[in-house]
């Protein structure tokens, strides 16, 4: 079956087994949702992450990190630009998530990056998603 949006599907997995409390989730690779993953894993968000091949198929196993009460460090994660509707931003004007708390994931002409590295490098680009 045929996703029209793999990037919100992929964050959809995250969010849903970060609810319901799993230790893991496999979501179907792509580079951009490597590159999503491993921003995930360089800001706390997750404990690790995997390329696996099972099948013939590409994988990412994401593993997911909580707390000591067994809370999940993911809060919330909800993405920004959809297929219909694209959400572009200048460096100057990227919006903060959660005052500062949260982190906004950018795709911008040197790559795909943090909203606090693309405002540093001074370069704009496609809104992602936020994570907090």
Partial sequence: MSVSDPVADMLTKIRNAATAGHEKVDVPSSKLKLEIVKILKTEGYIRNFKKIAEDGTNNIRVFLKYDDNEVS???GIEKL????????????????????YGTLIVSTSLGVTTGKRAAEQQVGGELICKVW
């Fill in 81 to 100: 630009s959809t297929p219909g509707r694209r959400v572009y931003s200048g460096y100057k004007t990227l919006p903060r998530v959660y005052n500062g």
């Fill in 73 to 75: 460090v993911i809060q």
